[in-house]
């Protein structure tokens, strides 16, 4: 880690959120008394230890167990411990490198913490070597609380509204503190304060081509029935449109929401991403709940009936409604 913790969360590499995995890995050498890399069968071990004071974390250790695969597992979804080797250290031997030139190195990567800590924390790289033990401990870092939920704090829109017609919403970022309390606060400070929220129209106006695999995950809007827009859409990789905002100390404002048709309970939904990886809900939550489409007959193109996920807040619905034309006019001007 770096000699001081940055204060802006976008250069956070090793002070992460609880159950982030850190950007970077720890590197760690083995040298003996002539200054020589050995590179013998010895055994690191890794532990966490505050950085100042004390603290009785009761959370756990995890690195990857698949170090070859790190592309498709770079983050915690809260699956099974053949991803994640979860205990109160971590222990490498030599030999368990990245690759063969890594120089004498041991990589602990793809590491994480289970909990958020109260005091800044360091680690404490041990090894037994020609009958001693040798320590050596890293500069601090910090596990910040992660997102527990996005919550819907305020918004211009009432139960109808004209086509075109700009509406708002505000919306934060929440922690539980302690966990399983109940109770949510506002996450103002770590990477999670500043997480990608994502405005789209509610799932189920929508026709999508489901993706092949058996959880129904979706790649592609076929149409959509309601049509969102304002000076911020844009259409994402599924063409899907979206306003896309970025939380500020775990808040986010959306000025210029409008809809360009006439329809009846309609809902918006607000998916709460990663930054560094926008199709990465926080927290890790995927609920959605299918239904066959109408012109559906292979079960590909389906339709979101409901989202339950706390990574989601979903709008009350409202109306849409068209203006009336009340009189046509045409101006004539006298010429020559």
């Given at each position: 880690?770096?000699?001081?913790?940055?204060?802006?969360?976008?250069?956070?590499?090793?002070?992460?959120?609880?159950?982030?995995?850190?950007?970077?890995?720890?590197?760690?050498?083995?040298?003996?008394?002539?200054?020589?890399?050995?590179?013998?069968?010895?055994?690191?071990?890794?532990?966490?230890?505050?950085?100042?004071?004390?603290?009785?974390?009761?959370?756990?250790?995890?690195?990857?167990?698949?170090?070859?695969?790190?592309?498709?597992?770079?983050?915690?979804?809260?699956?099974?411990?053949?991803?994640?080797?979860?205990?109160?250290?971590?222990?490498?031997?030599?030999g368990y490198r990245q690759n063969s030139s890594s120089n004498g190195e041991v990589y602990f990567y793809r590491?994480?913490?289970?909990?958020?800590?109260?005091?800044?924390?360091?680690?404490?790289?041990?090894?037994?070597?020609?009958?001693?033990?040798?320590?050596?401990?890293?500069?601090?870092?910090?596990?910040?609380?992660?997102?527990?939920?996005?919550?819907?704090?305020?918004?211009?829109?009432?139960?109808?509204?004209?086509?075109?017609?700009?509406?708002?919403?505000?919306?934060?970022?929440?922690?539980?503190?302690?966990?399983?309390?109940?109770?949510?606060?506002?996450?103002?400070?770590?990477?999670?304060?500043?997480?990608?929220?994502?405005?789209?129209?509610?799932?189920?106006?929508?026709?999508?081509?489901?993706?092949?695999?058996?959880?129904?995950?979706f790649h592609r809007i076929i149409e959509s029935n309601v049509t969102l827009a304002g000076a911020d859409v844009?259409?994402?990789?599924?063409?899907?449109?979206?306003?896309?905002?970025?939380?500020?100390?775990?808040?986010?404002?959306?000025?210029?929401?409008?809809?360009?048709?006439?329809?009846?309970?309609?809902?918006?939904?607000?998916?709460?991403?990663?930054?560094?990886?926008?199709?990465?809900?926080?927290?890790?939550?995927?609920?959605e709940q299918w239904y066959d489409g109408p012109i559906s007959k292979s079960k590909l193109l389906d339709t979101?009936?409901?989202?339950?996920?706390?990574?989601?807040?979903?709008?009350?619905?409202?109306?849409?409604?068209?203006?009336?034309?009340?009189?046509?006019?045409?101006?004539?001007?006298?010429?020559?």
């Amino acid at each position: 880690p770096p000699v001081s913790i940055p204060t802006d969360p976008l250069l956070l590499m090793y002070s992460v959120a609880a159950h982030d995995q850190q950007l970077a890995p720890v590197a760690v050498q083995l040298i003996d008394g002539n200054g020589d890399i050995v590179e013998d069968d010895v055994t690191i071990t890794m532990t966490t230890i505050p950085a100042t004071g004390s603290e009785n974390y009761t959370g756990l250790l995890c690195t990857g167990t698949r170090i070859y695969s790190e592309a498709g597992y770079r983050y915690w979804n809260g699956s099974s411990t053949d991803r994640f080797a979860c205990q109160t250290s971590v222990q490498y031997p030599m030999g368990y490198r990245q690759n063969s030139s890594s120089n004498g190195e041991v990589y602990f990567y793809r590491t994480l913490h289970t909990l958020a800590t109260t005091v800044n924390r360091k680690y404490q790289f041990t090894a037994e070597y020609n009958g001693s033990t040798l320590t050596v401990e890293s500069t601090a870092y910090r596990v910040f609380h992660e997102a527990s939920m996005v919550h819907i704090v305020s918004t211009s829109l009432g139960n109808s509204i004209a086509i075109n017609t700009p509406f708002n919403f505000t919306l934060q970022t929440q922690y539980e503190d302690p966990p399983s309390s109940g109770n949510y606060t506002q996450l103002t400070e770590g990477p999670h304060s500043q997480l990608h929220i994502d405005c789209y129209v509610h799932y189920r106006f929508k026709l999508i081509l489901k993706g092949r695999d058996s959880g129904g995950n979706f790649h592609r809007i076929i149409e959509s029935n309601v049509t969102l827009a304002g000076a911020d859409v844009i259409e994402n990789a599924k063409f899907d449109l979206m306003i896309r905002k970025r939380a500020m100390m775990g808040e986010a404002i959306f000025t210029d929401i409008r809809i360009l048709d006439d329809m009846q309970d309609v809902q918006l939904n607000f998916t709460q991403t990663m930054a560094v990886f926008p199709w990465e809900r926080r927290p890790f939550s995927y609920t959605e709940q299918w239904y066959d489409g109408p012109i559906s007959k292979s079960k590909l193109l389906d339709t979101i009936n409901t989202v339950d996920s706390p990574a989601v807040a979903v709008s009350h619905a409202f109306n849409v409604t068209a203006s009336l034309m009340t009189e046509l006019r045409m101006d004539v001007t006298d010429t020559d």
